[in-house]
């Protein structure tokens, strides 16, 4: 247990369905992340949110919304996703600074497949 | 942009022997690099970074990992490897400031594979 718990673990949707991914954080850190984890890619940053607000998209497709109604929790909304988004979705926290020194702490993810 | 490169996609090793996980950087300044490990099934777990001082930097599990600026490499060893060690390894380096924090850049990782 890392502190940063994620659910659901897996979900499988349709590409007209909507859900959302819930990411929740114990640790008292006042910045989250969204990553995309796919096979032999780096990992992808989607959302930075640093005390609530968000400050990067990362030119993220509009089919993936976040949001972010507290320093604890961090939402990803997905809806009319393509195949391609199948991925692991991360979730990860940390302290704010300035001392390049951050480090992240992740949750275990939450696989996603679109059929 | 900083980057990191891992040119490995896979290491396999024995064991009980030591292991070496490659990762070089692109930076413009001063590096701060991380390793991270993944184990199956988790999220990506906190390894060990450099800032400044000593060139090797001891970190958890028993990975250490050495810092050579002339060849532009942060590369992860352990000086004998555990199954229990099999996992997918990142390296990574500060990047952008976001928000008031430095972002960190990922590489693809490496597969490490430790055969009993």
């Known amino acids: 247990e890392t502190g940063v718990t994620q659910t659901p673990r897996h979900l499988v949707m349709g590409m007209t369905n909507k859900k959302s991914l819930k990411c929740e954080q114990h640790l008292g850190h006042n910045a989250m992340y969204w990553y995309k984890q796919s096979a032999k890619k780096p990992l992808e940053l989607m959302f930075v949110?640093?005390?609530?607000?968000?400050?990067e998209n990362n030119s993220v497709p509009s089919r993936f919304s976040p949001e972010c109604p507290n320093s604890s929790h961090l939402f990803l909304h997905l809806h009319t996703l393509q195949p391609e988004d199948s991925a692991l979705y991360l979730c990860?926290?940390?302290?704010?600074?300035?001392?390049?020194?951050?480090?992240?702490?992740f949750g275990a993810g939450s696989r996603l497949t679109v059929l | 942009a900083q980057s990191v490169a891992q040119p490995e996609d896979q290491v396999n090793v024995a064991e009980g022997n030591p292991l070496t996980v490659k990762c070089t950087y692109s930076v413009s300044g001063n590096p701060y690099l991380f390793w991270y490990v993944q184990y199956p099934n988790r999220g990506l777990q906190f390894l060990l970074k450099y800032i400044t001082g000593d060139n090797l930097v001891k970190g958890s599990y028993g990975f250490e990992a050495e810092f050579n600026k002339s060849q532009t490499s942060f590369h992860l060893k352990k000086p004998s490897a555990l199954v229990s060690d099999s996992a997918l390894y990142f390296c990574?380096?500060?990047?952008?400031?976001?928000?008031?924090?430095?972002?960190?850049?990922f590489g693809r990782g490496t597969s490490l594979i430790v055969h009993p």
């Open positions: 990860a926290s940390s302290q704010k600074g300035t001392s390049g020194a951050n480090v992240l702490t």
């Open positions: 990574a380096v500060r990047d952008a400031l976001l928000g008031g924090s430095y972002i960190p850049t």
């Open positions: 949110y640093s005390l609530e607000e968000r400050v």
